[in-house]
């Protein structure tokens, strides 16, 4: 991040980065959400017509929302493109939505078919990260030609995930697409279920762009882009585990889907609690060893989003199991309302406080997100198990 020419330069490249980060999980209708699910479902009736007919309707979808972001995202208002990077950073941003929601159905299709290890080998996320810092640092690359490589590995990782999960299918090419209109409920239902984290992190980075507060924006994006350490391992720990209670529930054995998920909440918590407290701890050393002497004063920002991103953490992957125990109306619900009040309190926050508001906005949202839907979980277990007895 130092290498970049300063801290507006950064934010600039932080409000590009929301947009590919956050439509593609939206543009795919949640479809991709409800997809191993689908897949355990028709793997336990033994029908591949109907896994094929899963796969190909959300490939559809995705496809379609994809090409409409990207059509959309370069019609945006020029002043808007300019806080971006300009029309050809736009450019090659909107390229990537397509690809990406494309690649979160082949991602999803090898969650469901249960190869969690190697969907998570193929996502190129960490691998485009490191290569942006490397080719940052070292100064041989410019932005767009970062932009121009992680749309090279995102079509790659996006062919070699398609070609793993089409061995996994039946040989005959029959497929029943899904025209029935509980599934399509069930689907939309979830849309927010993936984008609802990114989104009230990113609804700060858009309003700070959008109000061209170019130096706050690049002091909140990085301290939201350290935080990421913590978020990690919600998302390994969720991709890990879904399988298991997509297969669970699909059987109706809710002992060992309630064991699963207990064992999920412990594991991230072992996990994400001793790099809280390194971040709780020095977040001036850490901000200045990673970003520069210029982001030394986000050590507060850095410590509000860490809290938020802990709760994430210890509360497990509470959005997962909501789903795979048919539970996506509360996941819409939780998501929709909270995504809501903040993109008010945002706004009102960064015109009182700055950085520092958009961070206590984006900190509690995802905080009350979590929590809201863990007590969603407890409450259902709880109710399952008393119609059990």
């Avoid at 793997?43 to 995705?62: E, F, H, K, N, Y």
């Avoid at 992190?201 to 924006?217: P, R, W, Y």
């Avoid at 918590?269 to 982001?295: H, K, M, N, Q």
């Avoid at 050590?299 to 802990?310: D, F, K, N, P, S």
């Amino acid at each position: 991040m130092h290498k970049l020419p300063g801290v507006e330069a950064f934010g600039a490249f932080s409000f590009a980065m929301a947009f590919i980060t956050t439509l593609p999980r939206f543009v795919t209708l949640g479809w991709p959400v409800i997809l191993p699910r689908l897949l355990a479902e028709g793997q336990r009736a033994d029908d591949p017509a109907r896994c094929r007919g899963a796969i190909l309707t959300s490939l559809s979808v995705a496809a379609i929302g994809g090409i409409a972001a990207a059509v959309s995202l370069n019609l945006l208002p020029q002043s808007v493109k300019e806080s971006m990077g300009g029309n050809f950073t736009v450019l090659l941003v909107s390229l990537s939505i397509p690809v990406l929601a494309v690649r979160r159905v082949w991602f999803r299709a090898l969650i469901g078919y249960g190869k969690s290890a190697v969907a998570l080998f193929l996502d190129n996320g960490f691998v485009a990260s490191i290569l942006a810092v490397v080719f940052v640092y070292a100064g041989r690359v410019s932005l767009n030609d970062v932009y121009s490589w992680h749309l090279g590995l995102v079509l790659l990782s996006s062919v070699l995930m398609a070609t793993m999960a089409r061995q996994f299918t039946h040989s005959s090419r029959s497929f029943k697409p899904l025209i029935d209109k509980t599934w399509w409920s069930a689907a939309i239902a979830t849309t927010w279920a993936e984008g609802a984290a990114l989104l009230l992190a990113n609804i700060s980075v858009f309003t700070l762009g959008v109000l061209k507060l170019e130096e706050q924006l690049g002091l909140f994006s990085a301290g939201s882009r350290i935080c990421l350490a913590l978020a990690i391992f919600p998302t390994l720990v969720s991709t890990a585990y879904e399988s298991g209670f997509a297969k669970s529930m699909a059987n109706s054995n809710l002992i060992e889907a309630k064991s699963a998920f207990k064992h999920s909440m412990l594991m991230s918590s072992i996990i994400a609690v001793p790099v809280f407290v390194l971040i709780a701890t020095f977040p001036s050393p850490i901000l200045y060893y990673s970003c520069g002497p210029e982001y030394v004063s986000a050590a507060a920002i850095l410590q509000i989003l860490a809290v938020g991103q802990l709760v994430n953490a210890l509360t497990g992957p509470v959005t997962s199991f909501l789903v795979c125990c048919k539970l996506e109306a509360v996941v819409q619900r939780t998501a929709a309302l909270v995504c809501i009040a903040s993109v008010f309190l945002s706004y009102f926050a960064i015109i009182q406080h700055g950085a520092i508001g958009a961070a206590i906005v984006a900190s509690a949202g995802i905080a009350i997100l979590n929590l809201w839907r863990l007590a969603a979980v407890i409450v259902f277990l709880q109710e399952s198990s008393d119609a059990t007895t």
